[in-house]
């Protein structure tokens, strides 16, 4: 099988496999589009988050739950990835852009030493990043490693609203996480 195929393949599997996150238990109609590579689905139709929990690589932890009420962008990235290396000021932008409309950045490093990812943060990032080599909370998010980098939106409620499976670049992310800032928390 070509690689191009097995690549095409791989997608499609993890597109079907986040679409199905979004669908109702019913058996209802899917409130998800996808144009295989970025996940967006309406507020009734999102899945919960998994739990995000881990050592911070300037040490300490961090729990996503304590910022529940706010906007997380969750950016799965890695001191070796080139893309990562393009998207990182388009994050921090839209970081400094956003955060004062309620909307927080977590990055998550995978597969990586903790002194490469540690040169890697210094003078792009300013908002925390979790320190996860295993990969673990890529994994449950159903991102596999091969898909780094990959960025997560999740709304006020803490539900996935959106999942990038590519290099963003500050135009799209921004006008998503306005777009989900902008939305009212689900009523109680």
Known sequence: ??????????????????????????????????????????????????????ELLTGGQYDVSQVRGQVVVVNFWGSWCAPCRAEADDLETTYQATKASGVTFLGVNVQDSRDKAIAFEQGR?????????????????????????????????????????RAVTQDELRSIVERIAAEKPAPN
């Open 125 to 165: 990032a300013t908002y925390p990043s979790i320190f996860d080599p295993s990969s673990r909370q890529a994994l449950n998010f159903d991102i596999p490693p091969n898909t780094t980098p990959a960025t997560v939106v999740l709304d006020r409620d803490g539900r996935i609203a959106v999942v990038i499976r």
């Open 1 to 54: 099988m070509t690689t191009r195929r097995w690549t095409a393949g791989l997608l499609a599997t993890v597109a079907a496999v986040a679409l199905a996150g979004c669908s109702s238990g019913g058996g209802g109609e899917k409130s998800c589009t996808s144009d295989g590579l970025t996940i967006t689905c309406a507020p009734d139709q999102r899945s919960k988050t998994p739990k995000v929990t881990g």
